[in-house]
């Protein structure tokens, strides 16, 4: 018998399996759960959008695209982002189209970091930063943020953490769980921590279009001096219901996108062809059905935390992304053990908040990417569970 373990990557088998995919798949196995788990759209991709996807086929058109990306898509990129978020960045040489917002945060770390190199991170944060990190054998430093401030990164707490090792600062905002979002002058802050240094900002902001309020998403490339030291994410999968089209891109500096796209080249070539050609109409026609979608998630936000709130379980009011993030600390249980008991007894699947980091515990994440009569049904279960726990 091969003894594997031996032969496989240490590092590798040291990375726990996602606390996401873990419950989801528990879940999946069992009649009747209703599952508020996973962090994916309810709405199928708006038609004019599958309708582009067609006719690209139906022209033959499955052919490779250059490296970066089609240039018209990356046009339409730079259109997008300038429009929207007041951000210029060159198509010709300052965007890449990736499979997905995950391997533009991939290519980004693996571009910069040389092991021992830290990587910060706030948490509680998406749960394949810090494994992506280690697997460049980077030193994970994460930064807890609490509910007292929002859930936002302070910059008293990340200049507690910076160090002369520091390389790559995440900067998940919108936050996926806890939904918080860093208003402008908040972002100024950070920006005058990081002036004078050496850190690059990973800016993950596939959640830019879904936040809530008068106030829209600021982009922390937008404040003064950031954009040299920024590398943007986004995407098409959350603003326009398109996860399994895998499309998303980054931006930054022509530099720092020169080395990115080697190793796009060499471990992608280039992403689907199908899935550029249906996100150029996605971009030129379809600021009304993002506007439309982020509507509803309003409306279930505003539902969600409202009923949590009603039955005793703390929820801070999220402000973007479609998570809510209650607290489960009046219980007595630790997240994992609320999890597996809401979902056994009242088969209602929700995510320990320790699957976003140790800052997680006593929190879940319930995901609002689904229909009312769902949620509501859900959070009638929950309530009934909370009663029957306290006796």
């Known amino acids: 018998m091969i003894d594997y373990s031996s032969l496989l990557s240490s590092t590798v088998q040291d990375i ?11 879940a999946n196995e069992m009649e009747g759960v209703i599952s508020l788990g996973v962090g994916e759209p309810d709405f199928k991709t708006p038609f004019a959008i599958r309708q582009a996807g067609i006719r690209s086929l ?4 499955t052919w490779y695209t250059a490296n970066a990306g089609l ?8 259109r997008y982002l300038s429009r929207r978020f007041t951000l210029e960045y ?13 391997e533009a945060i991939d290519i980004c770390l693996r571009a910069f970091i040389n092991p021992g190199d830290e990587v910060l991170i706030p948490e509680p944060c998406f749960v394949a930063y810090a494994p992506i990190a280690r697997l460049m054998h980077a030193k994970v430093v994460p930064i807890p943020t609490r509910e007292e401030e929002g859930f936002k990164l302070t910059a008293d707490a990340l200049r507690s953490h910076l160090t002369d090792r520091s390389k790559v600062l995440i900067f998940p905002f919108p936050n996926n769980p806890t939904g918080a979002v860093m208003r402008k002058e908040e972002l100024e802050e950070i920006a005058e921590v990081l002036r004078g240094t050496n850190v690059i900002v990973l800016s993950d902001e596939i959640y830019a279009e879904l936040t809530y309020g008068e106030k829209k998403h600021v982009s922390i490339a937008s404040i003064e ?21 895998r499309l998303g891109y980054t931006c930054a500096p022509a530099p720092i996108v020169k080395q990115m796209l080697k190793i796009h080249q060499f471990a ?5 062809t199908t899935s550029q050609y249906a996100a150029i109409t996605a971009l030129k026609s379809c600021d009304e059905e993002i506007e439309k979608m982020a509507q509803e998630y309003d409306m279930r936000r505003r539902l969600c935390v409202e009923g949590f709130n009603r039955i005793g379980m703390d929820c801070f009011e999220a402000e ?9 600390r009046r219980t007595g249980m630790s997240s994992e053990e609320f999890c597996q008991k809401l979902l056994y007894a009242k088969k209602v699947a929700v995510i320990p908040g320790t699957a976003f980091g140790a800052s997680g515990e006593g929190y879940v994440r319930v995901s609002y990417s689904y229909s009312v009569s769902y949620l509501a049904t859900a959070l009638a279960r929950i309530e009934e569970f909370i009663r029957e726990q306290k006796g």
């Open 58 to 61: 139906e022209r033959g058109r």
């Open 16 to 26: 726990p399996p996602s606390g996401i995919r873990r419950f989801f798949d528990i």
């Open 268 to 272: 992608i070539m280039c992403s689907p």
């Open 90 to 102: 060159n198509p010709k040489d300052e965007i890449i189209v990736t499979v997905g917002g995950s």
């Open 225 to 245: 001096g950031m954009r040299e030291r920024t590398v943007l994410v986004n995407g098409f999968s959350k603003a326009y219901a398109m996860t399994g089209w």
């Open 320 to 328: 973007g992304a479609f998570y809510v993030f209650p607290s489960i």
């Open 71 to 78: 240039s018209e898509l990356k046009i339409e990129i730079a």
